[in-house]
Structures are given as C-alpha cells and as structure tokens.
C-alpha cells in the first residue's frame, strides 16, 4: 500500500465515508452524537488522541443543555452548577447590573457552568455507542477537493504518510485556527481585543466558592470570577500594558492576583493559560459540500458565555440535515438553509458579546462612571430592568429564512422558534417531552389526532420521509386512539397552541408549519414538497 500502509499500529483509517468530521473537540463531538444517533456513518479525525485540559468554555445555556439532551447526554452525563444571578460591580458605583439567571426554561437551568474535559468526556463515551461513527487520531488535514458527487480529503498522520478519504460532505469543526476553513477560502471578519487575559482555574483546599457570576468592570484591571464544579473556580485577569505572558503565569504573579479572594496557601491552582479574545465570523459557513460549524465558522467573546452554545446550535441545526440528505429523504437543497438560519443568529450574539465587553472593559473612570451609571439609572425604569434582568436582551434562537413554511402562524405558534419542551406522561411514564419526539419530523397535534384527517397516501409518504406523529392534551386526558399520546403535566405545549391546531416540529425541535387539523393533508403535503424540492447541481 505504500505511503497509504498503517503506521505505529494504528487502526486502518476508513477510505469512504458519509460525513468526515474534522477535529472533536465538544462542537465536533456533539455533531457525531447526533449523526451517530441519525445512523450516519461517520468519520472523524483529530491530530490528538485526548481531550485537551486547557482552560476554555465554562458556561452552557437552557439551550445548550437541551441540544446535548438531544445528543443523548442525560442530566448526570457531567457535572455543572446552575448559577442563580450575575452580577456586574463598578469600583466607583457599587453594582450597576444584575441578570437573574435562576429557574429553568424548556425543562433546563438557565445558566450553568461546567468543567469542560468533563463535558467531551461524556459526549465520546455517547460517540462510542455507536457502531457507525469512527475516531481516529494522529491525522491532520492538508488538503482537499470537490466533485458533484463528494469531497476528497488528503490527510497527513504523524509520520508524514499521506492518506485519501473520500467523503460525501465534510464538517469543519477544527477550531479558531480551521484548517478547513483555510482551505475553502473562508477569511475571518470581524475584530481581535488587544488585550490579553489571563486565564486561572482554582480549587480551595477548604470551604466552598462563590455561588454566583461577578464582573468586577475595574478600569485598572477588569476580573470576571466565578464558580464551577467540583469546588472550581475560574478568574480572568486582563493583561496591563508591558505584562507578558511569561511574568503573568508566575506562580507568584497568581498569587498576588487571587489574594483579594483567597490566600495562596488555602488555593491549588488547576490550570493557566493566557488567551487573545476575537469577535469574528465567515462571510458563509458553507461551501459545497463542506460545512464550517464552531469556532470554525464564528468566535465569540466571552463576556456573555456563549462560545461552545453557540457551536451546539450550529451542530443541532446541521447534524439532522445531513441525515436526511444521506438517507435520501430530503432534497440536497435542504443544506444550503444552514447558513442563512445560523450564520445571522451568530453574528447577533457577537454583538452582544461585544456590547458585554464595552461594560466588563471600561477604558477610563469618565467612561465607567457614565456607562454604568447610564445603565444603573436604566433599571429604574421597569421595561429595561427587564430586558437586562431577565435577560430579554438575549438574541432569540429564532429565523425568518430558511427551512420553514412561509406564513403567521396560529396563535401560540411562531414558525422558525423552537417549540418549548415540558414534562409529559405517555404510557405511564414521566419523560420530557423533547425525548417522546425522538429523531423524527413530527406532526403533533394538541387536543387533536394528528393523524385522523390524513388520507393513506399522505401518511406512507410522510412516514417514508422520517415523519412520526403525537397527539398532546391536558393532563388527565387518555383518548382511545392509536396515535402515540402524551399527557402535558407542566402546562407549557398544551396551553399554548389552540385545542385543534397541527404543528410540524423539525428533528432539532424547529417549528416548520402549522395549521388547523382539517387541513392536516395540506400541511404534510407542503412540508414534504419542501423537503424534496429539486436540488441544484452544485450539491
């Protein structure tokens, strides 16, 4: 086999595959979570064997919890500390913000924080499950090409020997630095902060940390300090000028900077690392086959902690795409609503994150003092105390472009937002409701059989194209039908939608359409004449 033989007694690298996944790390290995769980054969690649122990993403949404639910992480899959409030301090002001960050949405905490090494560690034990999906480490990607019919990736082992996998679609989700990305000709826009921050992961030796999120919004040097599993907590220090990194990752210079909180004796420093922060993002997370997803396509900056989610929400989105492509059960077409329904939500959250910076990064007092006291005086007046406190000001992960019926939806239903997931009972089992949908395309309806109105046809070809049915009621509800019900116990999916309205939920638990239940034929129709619409030749 030549410069194609296994080296170092490595496993045979497959030659085809339907998705080749380049890097997994937690964006990379979510999306093979999903396709595993979607029965596409998958491969992926990494230049490293183990999950990296760097300090990195320490906060996940309700809407990250949730896609990771739909990866098949259960609530004890990985530690995390849900966080009640974040609070912002001016040296000159006292605290000038507050968001409550306590309760749940869509059946998860608001805001949690996380130890990431935890987090990979449990999404490659779900990856293992599943036959069709294979890692290989050692590789690195160096080149490759498209056909009208799949991608040709070269890649490189540790030895220097080239090898050739041939692909139907390739997923980019080898981080900032993305090899794919270079070699689609996909340049970063956007902006890198000049200033360097020193990253500090920290254990008490005794006594408990902090149980919430602060922003210390100090001119002479801005700290954002906060709490994570396992006793941890994680400060970031800007860098002043004339510090270098050499000098800020002194044991010493540690210390001196984490005595206001803790003494150095009474602390054991986990990790260290110094970081550039960056708002950049493609111009398109697509090209061809090739799909770009993470920090790969977009960075965030920290200061709102949607980094990895962000990431989840590019995998959620594409991972039941390429499934219904490979299956043939959807048109190729349908890969092109990828990026125009995730690339403006994510350029949406780096405003956000880069308006974030503005208040944690004061660059004089004359500004701090304006800036939070504009935004102190601002909660007194109640419909901005809202959008700051209880987070309003959050872009929503929601689209107007895309795969979704055009249309207004019924009352109770927004197409292209997610439809929201409680608890329900369905033959005597209490679940959430997002794992009684499954892997489908489903047609629910509320307060009515989904499926009483369809004509034969309508119902084989919806369920040849992945399509599953359930009807939702009230509690204390049990119809005698043979559609799968379940009974909402948290008055979140049945209360919403009119008694008799059909919804047609995407895998990634997108509404697509809606419409009353007389009209169900019409409805099923039009979404799978979407999905088979005729795809164009460059896919």
């Not at 290989?136 to 498209?146: F, M, P, T």
């Not at 329900?424 to 959430?432: E, N």
């Amino acid at each position: 086999m030549g410069e194609m033989a296994m080296t170092n007694n490595k496993e045979a690298l497959p030659r085809t595959t339907d998705v080749l996944v380049i890097g997994y790390g937690p964006v990379g290995a979510a999306l093979c979570a999903l396709l595993g769980r979607y029965g596409v054969t998958t491969l992926v690649v990494d230049k490293v064997a183990e999950v990296m122990l760097a300090p990195r993403a320490i906060a996940l949404d309700n809407e990250a919890l949730r896609i990771l639910q739909m990866a098949g992480l259960g609530e004890d899959a990985f530690d995390r500390i849900a966080i009640p409030e974040v609070k912002m301090h001016c040296p000159y002001l006292g605290e000038f913000g507050r968001a409550n960050t306590s309760g749940t949405l869509d059946g998860h905490p608001k805001l949690v924080t996380f130890y990431q090494p935890d987090l990979e560690r449990a999404l490659r034990r779900q990856v293992e499950a599943y036959p069709n999906v294979t890692f290989r480490h050692g590789y690195e990607l160096v080149d490759l090409s498209q056909s009208d019919t799949g991608v040709t990736a070269h890649l490189k082992d540790a030895d220097g020997h080239r090898h050739q996998v041939s692909a139907r679609y390739l997923v980019g989700a080898d981080g900032a630095s993305s090899a794919v990305r270079g070699l689609i000709g996909q340049d970063f826009q956007g902006e890198t902060y000049p200033e360097d921050w020193l990253i500090v992961d920290a254990k008490a030796r005794e006594g408990k940390a902090i149980d919430h999120v602060e922003f210390l919004c100090d001119t002479a040097r801005p700290t954002p300090h906060m709490p994570a599993p396992g006793g941890r907590e994680r400060w970031e220090f800007m860098l002043l000028p004339g510090e270098t990194h050499e000098d800020m990752e002194r044991p010493e210079k540690v210390a001196e900077l984490l005595a206001p909180w803790i003494a150095p004796e009474d602390l054991v420093v986990e990790r260290k690392a110094v970081y550039r922060f960056h708002a950049r993002c493609c111009t398109t997370f697509q090209q061809g086959r090739v799909f770009l997803a993470g920090d790969a396509a977009h960075i965030t900056p920290p200061f709102v902690g949607q980094g990895l989610v962000a990431g989840l929400r590019d995998v959620a989105n594409l991972g039941w795409k390429l499934a219904w492509v490979v299956h043939g059960q959807a048109a190729p077409a349908l890969l092109a609503s990828y990026d125009k329904e995730r690339r403006p939500h994510a350029k949406k959250m780096i405003g956000l994150a880069k308006l974030m910076g503005s208040l944690v990064m004061p660059r004089s007092r004359f500004k701090a003092i304006t800036v939070h006291g504009a935004m102190r005086l601002g909660r007194l007046v109640p419909r901005l105390r809202r959008q700051l406190e209880e987070l309003e000001i959050k872009p929503p992960n929601r689209f107007n472009k895309g795969f979704l019926i055009k249309g207004r939806g019924r009352k109770g239903v927004t197409r292209g937002a997610t439809l929201a997931q409680g608890l329900v009972r369905q033959d005597g089992q209490i679940r959430p409701s997002d794992d009684v949908l499954g892997d489908h395309f489903t047609l629910i309806g509320f307060g009515v059989d989904p499926g009483q109105s369809l004509d034969d046809d309508t119902r084989a070809r919806w369920q040849a194209h992945g399509g599953a049915f359930l009807q939702i009621g009230l509690r204390g509800q049990h119809p005698a039908n043979l559609t799968p019900f379940a009974e909402d116990l948290s008055d979140c999916l049945a209360n919403g939608p009119s008694r008799g309205t059909l919804v047609v939920c995407r895998p990634d638990r997108v509404i697509l359409h809606d419409g009353p239940a007389r009209h169900a034929n019409r409805i099923v129709d039009e979404c799978l004449q979407a999905l088979t619409a005729a795809s164009t030749s460059s896919q």
